[in-house]
């Protein structure tokens, strides 16, 4: 079982900053590849960023690169989402996922790759 809680979202005006984070249950966290999704209202959900087990390597986005920043701390079993100079379009709920699959398999920045979800977290930015 790997429990996913995350926290941090709220409003905030267009080119602020908010941190976002997840809290995974259980001892394997140092194993997962970790990533966050986002979804806006009608639309799919979508790759944020990623991270892999050790830091090591991190992927992004498009539209978010060079604004956002994903880091993790395996000590606290927790992974963040650093977002500056939000705008609008940034808006959605936001979900922290768990990569299960094991050692050999890089980061991914696809819906399947994930196992394991979090209940989402709301980030709206406002005009």
């Known amino acids: 079982q790997v429990q996913l809680v995350e926290f941090g979202g709220g409003l905030v005006q267009a080119g602020g900053s908010l941190r976002l984070s997840c809290a995974a249950s259980g001892r394997a966290f140092s194993s997962y590849g970790m990533g966050w999704f986002r979804q806006a209202p009608g639309k799919e959900r979508e790759f944020v960023a990623a991270i892999s087990r050790s830091s090591s390597s991190t992927s992004y986005a498009d539209s978010v690169k060079g604004r956002f920043t994903i880091s993790r701390d395996n000590a606290k079993n927790t992974v963040y989402l650093q977002m500056n100079s939000l705008k609008p379009e940034d808006t959605a709920v936001y979900y922290c996922?768990?990569?299960?699959?094991?050692?050999?398999?890089?980061?991914?920045?696809?819906?399947?790759?994930?196992?394991?979800w979090g209940q989402g977290t709301q980030v709206t930015v406002s005009s």
């Open positions: 996922a768990a990569d299960t699959r094991g050692l050999g398999y890089g980061i991914s920045r696809q819906t399947p790759a994930y196992s394991y």
